[in-house]
């Protein structure tokens, strides 16, 4: 299997001005910034960027991740260094806006203010995208060396909101819906991921506790029948990532054409796609989209609302979301294609 399309899909990807929604940091290091950085260590891309490669189960990918991505990030230098090459990789691909989350505990422990991570990531943009910077934990950091920087990121200036993320079965304690909280009153605009390994109680349980409207991944929601309607009705946003759930086979996925995104968006859920971890997996966000294309059977007025989804939950002005929407109305018009904005 490989997430290729044929030139006149993959040409009119490229036209539209798309959003990636979801995104980590750490996860999207530059093969090559890595290797300059550790010379003579690392040889070749890892054995995950096949596209036929498929992780046992998450802590693989959680021992992968800290293999390669934990020793690159000692510094807000580093961040820096990566985000404009992750960002310049973006555009390439006409993304014009992009959130993304970094590790909290990383800050912790370089033992710099999270402002100085989030300011370095922010100042990677490139002129003509915006970016919107979060920051994630696991649901236990909280007992830790990390407990300082949670208590203070909600006042984090710069920060857009907070991400709940590593291993979905350990327990959500109560800190965590007091600090969801606090972000909240401070205007912050929260995520958390849910759904991507456990059933769709685990998301209900996130929405309720937490108060988010955006959920990373969602996949175990499509299962409930009641849970979809409520998504729908209430306007929650799934950032799903498919390639990264068919290699971690999230939720047991063994094919793309069984992604739940299908039934999500038929029943009228605000979905979105995005690539995740791009340095784990070897995507490209352009190949989440020839795989909904050729998998999954979007059709190009889906594939266009789709993209029209990151840019209503974009975090701008009203002036620009209008703008933005304009333009893919163009694209919808000569392409004889529906439209609604
Ligand atoms: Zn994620």
């Not at 208590?151 to 800190?175: F, I, K, Y």
């Not at 971890?277 to 789709?306: I, K, M, T, W």
Request: with cysteine; charged share 25%.
């Amino acid at each position: 299997m490989s997430f290729t399309a044929t030139p006149d899909i993959a040409a009119f990807v490229q036209s539209l001005p798309k959003t990636e929604t979801h995104l980590h940091i750490e996860g999207a290091l530059p093969w090559d910034l890595l290797v300059d950085a550790f010379p003579g260590r690392y040889t070749r891309p890892p054995e995950s960027w096949h596209d036929d490669y498929r992780f046992r189960d998450f802590t693989e990918f959680m021992d992968h991740y800290v293999h390669y991505c934990a020793e690159f990030y000692v510094s807000p230098q580093r961040y820096h260094d990566a985000a404009r090459i992750v960002f310049a990789r973006c555009y390439e691909q006409n993304v014009r806006y992009v959130e993304t989350s970094f590790h909290l505990p990383v800050a912790a422990a370089i033992g710099c203010p999270g402002t100085e991570i989030v300011e370095a990531i922010r100042t990677a943009a490139p002129a003509g995208m915006e970016v919107r910077v979060f920051t994630g934990m696991c649901h236990n950091d909280y007992d830790g060396p990390s407990r300082p920087w949670i208590d203070a990121a909600p006042e984090w200036e710069g920060l857009s909101g907070l991400d709940l993320h590593g291993p979905e079965d350990l327990p959500v304690e109560p800190w965590t819906a007091r600090i969801w909280e606090k972000a909240r009153a401070a205007g912050k605009r929260n995520k958390a991921h849910a759904g991507e390994f456990l059933p769709a109680g685990f998301v209900e349980r996130i929405l309720d506790e937490l108060q988010v409207t955006r959920i990373q991944h969602g996949n175990g929601a499509a299962e409930d029948p009641a849970l979809v309607a409520r998504l729908a009705r209430d306007g929650v946003t799934l950032d799903m990532c498919p390639i990264s759930n068919l290699k971690l086979r999230a939720r047991g996925l063994q094919t793309m054409a069984a992604h739940p995104i299908r039934r999500l968006l038929d029943a009228g859920v605000r979905v979105t796609v995005s690539s995740d971890d791009p340095f784990v997996f070897g995507n490209r966000l352009s190949e989440e989209y020839y795989a909904l294309h050729r998998d999954l059977g979007f059709s190009r007025a889906e594939l266009l609302q789709v993209v029209r989804n990151g840019w209503r939950v974009a975090e701008i002005p009203e002036s620009e979301r209008s703008l933005r929407l304009g333009q893919l109305g163009r694209i919808a018009q000569a392409h004889g294609l529906p439209w609604q904005p």
